[in-house]
């Protein structure tokens, strides 16, 4: 019977959170191309705007999330509690905008109106709350996958 080592077992860990974030990031994408008539994206490209915002997601997210969440608490001093939680949101919303922005950059996801620029960063938000909710179960999945190709590639003795 095998162990895991540390290193290992992240290496495990960053695998399965990356690729359940993209799977559920290309089906976000296709399904944002289906509901939403300002913003096309084929099969083709939603792989690649999946990808370059998983990247964007794991790596600008937490970046630009820590310097908004610093001056939304800036603002909220001295606030009522729902002028505080409408800032929240607003910072949240300017993390989506951001990453929207990214996306739109590098990928041939296409904006047919102006303002879609603006309201497609809004579904990223639903995105990420739905995927918040289903994560541990996208996880779980991709962890059964990935353990059973790694048995496979250790000629089955773990």
Known sequence: MSTQSSGSTNTRNW???LVSLYVFSYVAFIVMGLFNSSFRVGLFHAFW???IFTLATVFVKPIVSSFAQKTAEGLKQGKT??????IEYVAVYVVALVIWWIVAAFTAAENTHWWS???????????WIIYDIVDESIERTVAKGYDAAARKL?????
């Open 15 to 17: 695998v399965i959170r």
């Open 49 to 51: 705007a999946a990808l």
């Open 117 to 127: 620029m603006f309201v497609a960063p809004l579904f990223l938000m639903v995105a």
């Open 154 to 158: 250790d000629g089955g003795n773990s």
């Open 81 to 86: 509690s729902t002028v505080g939680r409408i």
